[in-house]
């Protein structure tokens, strides 16, 4: 019995970690094609924190990005699931 427990704790945390990277993937690449659609460069992602609203599980992003190849600015994206719920930039300085 201890046997099946310890089986499927392992089974549970190699599912908690696929379902992090598929996240962190999936981030990269949209956030990749927003700042392509935004005429932006993106230079960093990392996941930052989680965050209980509204009865949902949220992951925050922070991502940093640069919009005339000198200034580094710092956006949020914010995921449930595999599902984007919002996106945050700063007010950009003219060029």
Not at 37 to 59: E, I, N, V
Request: charged content about 25%.
């Amino acid at each position: 019995m201890t046997e099946l427990f310890a089986i499927l704790a392992l089974a549970l945390l190699a599912a908690g970690y696929w379902h992090i990277r598929r996240q962190s993937e999936f981030a990269y690449h949209w956030l990749k094609r927003y700042c392509r659609q935004q005429d932006l460069q993106l230079l960093t992602l990392y996941r930052y924190r989680y965050r209980w609203r509204q009865g949902r599980l949220l992951a925050q992003f922070k991502f940093e990005f640069s919009h005339d190849g000198l200034q580094r600015d710092e956006g949020d994206l914010w995921l449930h699931g595999l599902r984007v719920v919002d996106v945050s930039l700063p007010v950009l300085r003219e060029r």
